[in-house]
C-alpha cells in the first residue's frame, strides 16, 4: 500500500501529463517537464504521452483479468507506465481536470489486489517506497532471489537502442517472469524487430506508441501473445 504523501505524488504526475497535453494541442509545442521529475535525457529517459499510456494500462487491465490468482505486473524502466497502473489498480475515483484517472473498462473493476513494482536505475523513483528496485541493465540478474519468476506481466522500455541493451533486458525479463502462461511487453524502436524476436518471440502490434517529447524514431509495442483486434493486432508480416 502506498502512503498518502507518494499517492498524492502520483496524481500531481498524472495532472502534469495531462496539463501538458492540453498546452500541446494550444500552442503546439512540448514539455519535457513532469510534476515528479523532469525527463533525463542523460539517462535516455523520455515519458509516454497520456494516450500511450492510458492504452496500455487498459490492456494490462484485461490480462490481469484473465488470472484467476493474483496478478503481479513488473515494469522495467518505465515510470510513466507505473504511476498510470498504480493509481488505476489502486482504484483512485478523483478526478484530475476532468480526467478520470480510473481508466476503467466498461463493466470491468478494478482489482486492488493486484501488485506493481517499478524496477528503473534513477534512484530519484525511490520515493515509491517499497515498490521501486534499483535496476542496472548492465547488471540484469543482480535483483533480489525474491523477484525471480515472480511476475505474471512484465513491461520493459530499454533505455537504449543498442543490440546489447536489448539483450540483457531481455535477460532481466526472463529472469522476473513466471512459468507457464505469462505476458511480454516490450517498448522500443523499430529497429530492434528482428532482434526482440529472435531473443524472446516477440512480434510487433499496430499499435504505435508515442511520447510527449516527440522523439524522431520510430518506437512499437511488442508482446509474446497476440492480442487479436486490440492494440491493432500483431503485424507479421513487417
Not at 517499478?118 to 540478474?141: A, H, W
Not at 524476436?197 to 504505435?208: N, V
Not at 520510430?218 to 492494440?231: K, S
Amino acid at each position: 500500500m502506498l502512503s498518502s504523501h507518494t499517492l498524492e505524488a502520483l496524481k500531481e504526475f498524472l495532472n502534469e501529463q495531462q496539463q501538458n497535453h492540453l498546452e500541446e494541442k494550444e500552442t503546439s509545442s512540448s514539455s519535457s517537464e513532469v510534476a515528479l521529475v523532469a525527463e533525463d535525457w542523460r539517462l535516455s529517459q523520455f515519458w509516454y504521452d497520456q494516450h500511450t499510456a492510458e492504452t496500455i494500462v487498459r490492456e494490462i487491465q484485461l490480462l490481469c483479468a484473465d488470472d484467476t490468482s493474483s496478478c503481479s505486473v513488473a515494469c522495467i524502466a518505465c515510470p510513466t507506465l507505473y504511476a498510470y497502473l498504480k493509481l488505476k489498480f489502486l482504484g483512485v475515483s478523483k478526478d484530475i481536470n476532468t480526467y478520470n484517472t480510473r481508466l476503467v473498462v466498461p463493466g470491468q473493476k478494478i482489482d486492488p489486489s493486484i501488485s506493481v513494482s517499478l524496477l528503473e536505475y534513477d534512484k530519484r523513483f525511490e520515493q515509491y517506497g517499497s515498490d521501486f528496485t534499483f535496476y542496472d541493465y548492465n547488471q540484469p540478474e543482480e535483483l533480489s532471489q525474491e523477484l525471480k519468476h515472480a511476475y505474471r506481466v512484465i513491461i520493459a522500455d530499454p533505455p537504449y537502442l543498442s543490440k546489447e541493451c536489448l539483450e540483457k533486458v531481455a535477460q532481466t525479463m526472463k529472469f522476473l517472469i513466471q512459468p507457464g502462461d505469462s505476458h511480454l511487453l516490450l517498448l522500443t524502436g523499430g529497429v530492434q524487430t528482428e532482434r526482440a524476436a529472435e531473443l524472446l518471440s516477440l512480434y510487433p502490434c499496430g499499435f504505435k506508441p508515442q511520447h510527449s517529447s516527440k522523439l524522431g524514431n520510430e518506437f512499437l509495442l511488442f508482446t509474446n501473445y497476440d492480442p487479436g483486434e486490440r492494440l491493432g493486432g500483431w503485424e507479421l508480416n513487417n
